[in-house]
């Protein structure tokens, strides 16, 4: 099992990633996400404030990748799969993230990590 550890976990909630899907065309989306929370020790919750193709993507095909990198190029890959909260309690958790104040957030994608590469 992959372990997001402290280091790895600050680097992930301090820093912007992005977020890849694939439509079941196989077609790729990226977006870019700015706040992100690791939950547990291979789990990171993403909110869904203004996602369109990305919701539809994950409807389909519910594997990702994200990657995350500073100035100096250091980063992480995290590949795994997801899950799509419209209520309950990953819903409420990013109700209350005080970075999410005053936007829709509209669902919580909760990503389970299966693979973890440091890059750079």
Same mark, same amino acid.
């Given at each position: 099992?992959?372990? %997001? ?11 912007? +990633?992005? !977020? ?23 789990? %990171?919750?993403?909110?869904?404030? @203004? ?26 890959? +995290?590949?795994?799969?997801?899950? @799509? !909260? ?6 409420? !958790? ?8 005053? +936007?829709?957030?509209?669902?919580? %994608? ?8 440091? +890059?750079?």
């Amino acid at each position: 099992m992959v372990e %997001i550890n402290s280091e790895i976990k600050k680097f992930i909630e301090e820093n912007p +990633l992005a !977020f890849a899907t694939l439509d079941d065309a196989g077609k790729p989306n990226v977006i870019g996400v700015a706040y992100v929370k690791v939950v547990s020790k291979n789990q %990171i919750l993403v909110t869904d404030n @203004y996602m369109r193709q990305t919701k539809e993507n994950l409807e389909k095909n519910n594997n990702v990748c994200l990657a995350v990198w500073d100035k100096e190029w250091n980063g992480v890959k +995290l590949v795994g799969t997801t899950e @799509y !909260f419209a209520s309950g309690k990953w819903k409420t !958790f990013i109700e209350k993230i005080p970075e999410n104040k005053g +936007l829709p957030t509209k669902g919580a %994608i909760l990503v389970t990590v299966s693979k973890l590469i440091k +890059l750079g």
